[in-house]
């Protein structure tokens, strides 16, 4: 299972330019009809900022960095969500129900990894902060704040 989720962790970098490509060449083969070619076209650019902006935020999560595998969850999701994409680029009967699944799963995606990140940076930033006031006689708050007891009153001067 570790393996899947590595060779997942490195398939991303190389789907950001192969998915949006295969929309392209999968309309070029399946699809039918010129008209629609913008919109796939556009389509595929807004695909490859996603793609780029997700494999970035995955590589900014610090136990991602360190085991260069994507967690359980993650994995899932990108597997569903890249999967959803390479359906939808066939342009069968079949396609709108891969667009909506291909969204579907690319927001849960999105906002799977945003939550990993965010959840590991709070737990480094609340573990730096207690190491840091342990030794400075500061006392942490329940919500991770520093407080050593006094009250400062910051003025600004009169104009």
């Given at each position: 299972?570790?393996?899947?989720?590595?060779?997942?962790?490195?398939?991303?970098?190389?789907?950001?330019?192969?998915?949006?490509?295969?929309?392209?060449?999968?309309?070029?083969?399946?699809?039918?009809?010129?008209?629609?070619?913008?919109?796939?076209?556009?389509?595929?650019?807004?695909?490859?900022?996603?793609?780029?902006?997700?494999?970035?935020?995955?590589?900014?999560?610090?136990?991602?960095?360190?085991?260069?595998?994507?967690?359980?969850?993650?994995?899932?999701?990108?597997?569903?969500?890249?999967?959803?994409?390479?359906?939808?680029?066939?342009f069968g009967a079949f396609g709108p129900a891969f667009g909506i699944a291909a969204v579907v799963?690319?927001?849960?995606?999105?906002?799977?990894?945003?939550?990993?990140?965010?959840?590991?940076?709070?737990?480094?930033?609340?573990?730096?902060?207690?190491?840091?006031?342990?030794?400075?006689?500061?006392?942490?708050?329940?919500?991770?704040?520093?407080?050593?007891?006094?009250?400062?009153?910051?003025?600004?001067?009169?104009?």
């Amino acid at each position: 299972m570790t393996t899947l989720r590595r060779a997942l962790f490195r398939w991303q970098l190389f789907a950001v330019p192969v998915l949006p490509l295969w929309l392209l060449v999968g309309f070029g083969l399946f699809g039918s009809g010129a008209g629609a070619f913008f919109l796939v076209f556009f389509g595929a650019v807004v695909l490859f900022v996603f793609l780029g902006a997700l494999a970035g935020l995955t590589r900014l999560r610090p136990a991602v960095r360190e085991t260069r595998a994507l967690g359980g969850w993650d994995a899932a999701a990108t597997m569903a969500f890249h999967l959803a994409v390479v359906g939808l680029g066939f342009f069968g009967a079949f396609g709108p129900a891969f667009g909506i699944a291909a969204v579907v799963f690319g927001l849960c995606t999105f906002w799977l990894t945003v939550g990993g990140l965010v959840r590991e940076w709070r737990g480094r930033v609340v573990g730096a902060v207690a190491r840091a006031s342990a030794g400075s006689g500061f006392a942490t708050t329940a919500r991770g704040a520093l407080d050593d007891g006094e009250i400062v009153v910051v003025r600004e001067p009169r104009r």
